[in-house]
């Protein structure tokens, strides 16, 4: 009795540890790193409340309703706005607790399926992984969506197996709950929802269908009010936003974005580690399948469980994939579900007995290498999405006169710009209405409270002083569009003001314009 006690002391002792370190992982250099656009929009958007929100994403527009997103982590995010504060480090804090949380649920979830030694190493990839960490340390919904997919995917199997009537039902309900949780976070988790469901049809349990339904039943239940705002959200969508139909390259991009970092990192270091994560997902895959077609020569007592694994791994990427040769709808950080199973699946690999314990050993210095150079870029990124919005705010604040206005040529600095100095006065050249990054509707800007411009006349109006801030890269995407407004814009600045001096920040380019002619067209 005393040595079992003693087992379960080392490993809660282990566990607490393993959670300082992902913890550690995720709050390095958590507020020096800009929010970007998705980020500030998640906190303007939040900060005002659930009323706001509800009209600023159902309210119909052409095309659709104004936004595509529930509102649950929104609204948690509020919540904990109101109790930590506003700041960078604050917001990104709920994340971070999300994320360390998910890896204590990798713990339980792998020991469910598997066993205690494939948990702890899954537990460990799952809190190195600078994937994970990376969506551990941003103001947005999917470190919670990746904590209710492991919540979810362990009523399901505890479900599945409990042999209890009680608790059998009782389990069906928490699942159908925690399914609608998930929906309510990010609708793409339909997609491993489907996978999940799907193992019953491929395992062939059907005296489990009653308490499915019953799951589903709840689910749906719970999310049949935004069931009915769904069309409206696919619609736009479908009409107008910025997502392309993916190729078949889409798979070896998702396979370096799971084991290395969803950045665009220079080309030729993002070669060499796709190289070694191909050839790592290459050799575990041919392993595995050795495996199988030699079982009669050793017993592989965890084989189910690693399948089911590379089951929930695999195929919401592949329904996400040709769904989106229909509608596009393939974005890598909502397949973070899947990524996580393919941590368990790469847990069991090297922990369980597929591989041979010297191979195993020998495999995750590969693993650790991809982690090591998405951390780092992780860590250290300082160009879009996340250029240096807060550094740039601070120089205007420190030269700002009275009359001064920043103009933005688009939104994506506008947002970020705007949480790091709401008391600047502030505006920006809205995006081609229909195009696909004509994705910030006017219910979207009424509920912000900061209205696009149609053209840079109209922003600059009464203007004494205008610095205007623009990407580095948009002449040349404007160029290749065949879009003349950022041409035109230009013009006119330059007609009517003086250029007094150009900065460059990263990729972000600040220019002050002052000495205003006094006779000016204002309209567009």
């Known amino acids: 009795m005393g040595s079992i006690s003693h087992l379960r002391f080392r490993r809660w002792r282990g566990l607490v540890l393993l959670l300082l370190v992902a913890l550690a992982l995720r709050l390095i250099n958590l507020d020096e790193r800009p929010l970007w656009y998705d980020e500030a929009f998640a906190v303007l958007f939040a900060e005002k409340g659930l009323d706001a929100m509800l009209y600023g994403t159902l309210t119909p527009v052409a095309g659709g309703a104004a936004d595509i997103h529930p509102l649950l982590y929104y609204t948690t995010l509020n919540g904990w706005m109101g109790v930590i504060g506003k700041s960078a480090f604050a917001v990104r804090l709920w994340s971070v607790f999300l994320g360390v949380l998910t890896v204590a649920a990798m713990f339980t979830l792998a020991r469910k399926l598997i066993n205690v030694r494939v948990a702890w190493a899954a537990a460990i990839i799952a809190a190195l992984a600078a994937f994970h960490v990376q969506y551990s340390q941003e103001t947005r919904m999917y470190a919670l969506l990746g904590l209710l997919t492991l919540l979810t995917t362990y009523t399901f199997l505890k479900a599945s197996t409990d042999r209890y009537p009680s608790s059998y039902w009782r389990y069906w309900i928490i699942f159908g709950v925690l399914a609608a949780l998930m929906m309510y976070t990010q609708q793409l988790a339909a997609f491993y929802l489907i996978a999940i469901v799907g193992l019953l049809v491929v395992k062939r349990r059907w005296q489990l269908i009653p308490g499915l339904k019953v799951g589903i039943g709840v689910a749906l239940l719970i999310y049949s009010p935004w069931l009915l705002q769904l069309p409206g959200q696919l619609a736009k969508v479908g009409s107008y936003y910025w997502i392309e139909k993916p190729n078949i390259a889409a798979f070896l991009r998702t396979t370096f974005s799971f084991l290395v970092v969803n950045l665009d990192i220079p080309r030729q270091t993002f070669v060499w580690t796709l190289s070694i994560a191909v050839f790592l997902v290459t050799l575990l895959g041919a392993f595995l399948l050795f495996r199988l077609m030699n ?37 890598e950080r909502a397949l973070l579900p899947s990524a996580l199973l393919l941590y368990l699946f790469i847990g069991w690999m090297l922990a369980g007995e597929v591989f041979p314990r010297v191979l195993s050993r020998l495999l995750v210095i590969p693993l650790c290498i991809l982690f ?68 910030l509707a006017l219910p979207t800007q009424e509920t912000l409270g900061w209205l696009a411009n149609e ?65 000016r067209p204002s309209g567009c």
Not at 310 to 317: E, R, Y
Not at 395 to 423: R, V
Not at 490 to 506: D, P, R, V
């Open 372 to 439: 090591s150079v998405g951390l780092y870029f992780q860590y250290t990124w300082s160009t879009f999405p996340n250029s240096p919005f807060n550094a740039v705010t601070q120089h205007i604040e420190s030269q700002w006169q009275s009359g001064d206005i920043i103009i933005h040529q688009n939104k994506l600095s506008a947002l970020p710009m705007i949480f790091y100095g709401s008391e600047l006065t502030q505006t920006y050249i809205g995006d081609p209405p229909g195009s696909p990054q004509d994705t």
């Open 455 to 519: 053209c840079v006349q109209e922003a600059a109006h009464g203007a004494t002083r205008i610095w205007w801030i623009e990407f580095e890269r948009v002449a040349t995407q404007a160029e290749a569009a065949g879009r003349s407004e950022y041409g035109q814009a230009l013009e006119w600045l330059n007609s009517y003001f003086t250029a007094i001096e150009t900065m460059t920040f990263n990729d972000l380019i600040l220019t002050l314009y002052a000495n205003p002619l006094p006779e």
């Open 295 to 331: 079982r009669h020569k050793g017993k592989l007592a965890t084989l189910s469980g690693g399948l089911t694994a590379l089951w929930l791994a695999v195929i919401p990427v592949l329904l996400m994939w040709l769904v989106s040769q229909v509608r596009p709808v393939y974005l």
